[in-house]
């Protein structure tokens, strides 16, 4: 349970900060509310990105095996972006104020949680060392 809830804190930090390098291209709209009604978002968001990177990315990677293969891996990163885009839907769908503007803005936008998420990683304890 404890490594769950790291591992939302930490999409939810890198979402985060990608929605801050990103200002136009990833938002979290407030709609009129306060820091809290934005943190709780953003920890929506990350809860459903953590169900979407943990159900659904598996299978696509799996069906995409040949293409990761012929393209050395560098496809894993629009699957990545994908399934940022996916998450902005499921969240448009759940009325979770959450919004990517286009596939550019989700590619830059994956490559920006995937950085913070490693570092985020790296410096947080692992129960499992």
Do not use: Y
């Not at 490594?3 to 804190?9: A, L, Q, T």
């Not at 299978?59 to 399934?83: E, Y």
């Amino acid at each position: 349970m404890k490594k769950f809830v790291i591992k939302i804190g930490v999409n939810a930090v890198a979402l985060w900060v990608a929605s801050l390098i990103l200002k136009s291209g990833i938002t979290f709209d407030r709609a009129g509310g306060s820091n809290v009604q934005l943190v709780e978002t953003v920890l929506i968001v990350a809860l459903i990105f953590g169900l979407v990177n943990t159900f659904i990315r598996p299978i696509v990677k799996l069906f995409s095996l040949g293409l990761i293969v012929l393209t050395v891996g560098l496809i894993t990163f629009v699957i990545n972006a994908l399934m940022l885009m996916l998450t902005s839907a499921i969240c448009g769908h759940l009325a979770v104020h959450f919004h990517v503007k286009n596939f550019v803005a989700a590619l830059i936008g994956s490559l920006i949680i995937t950085a913070v998420s490693m570092v985020l990683h790296t410096v947080l304890p692992d129960d499992a060392k």
